[in-house]
């Protein structure tokens, strides 16, 4: 089921020709995107054939910042491919994949060679969850988002390509483990 829900998503261009809410943000954010050469071996260099299936929506601030980076390290990798699925289009995998509860998004699902998911990531890198949690939803809507894209903005991208390439790594890993 997982590899027909797979192939039947957007490949990411074809996602970003699909994009209504913050058009320009989504090419500019892609058009910029750079993702170290040393992150992409280290994905390289992970054993077998990884597939990430990413749940969104186009108006998700969040999403904007994360799958472009994403999708130029699928592009760049050799061992890796990814797709896009809509969130609203997809309840019952999104329920699958709560955030405390909530139906936060982005979801990043690690799939391996055969489409078994091994692992998930999401809705934003940790320390900037952190944050939302403990300080961020304390303040007004419109300064949280500053700040959140303040903190995007410092950080390049480098969190959320290491985070989801340790996801990976954990991933190949459970599947050495389940081969022994």
Known sequence: MMQQRFESAFPFTAFLES???????????YRLARVPEEAV???AA??????????VEDWCGDAVNILPLLARLAEQAPNVDLRVLGRD????????????GSRSIPVVMVLDEDYVE?????????SLQQ????????LEKGERYRQ???????????????EVIDAVVRSAGDVDATAA
């Not at 289009?89 to 405390?100: C, E, G, P, V």
């Not at 091994?118 to 940790?126: F, V």
């Open 46 to 55: 992970i054993p077998g054939r990884w597939h990430l299936l990413v749940m």
């Open 19 to 29: 994009v209504v809410a913050n058009a320009a943000h989504w090419r500019d954010a």
């Open 131 to 138: 944050w939302v949690i403990e300080e961020g939803l304390a």
């Open 41 to 43: 071996a280290r994905l």
């Open 118 to 126: 091994r692992a998930w990531w999401g809705p934003r890198p940790s």
């Open 148 to 162: 959140v894209r303040t903190w995007y903005a410092r950080d390049r991208g480098r969190t959320i390509v290491d």
């Open 89 to 100: 289009d997809n309840a019952d995998l999104m329920d699958a994949h709560l955030t405390n």
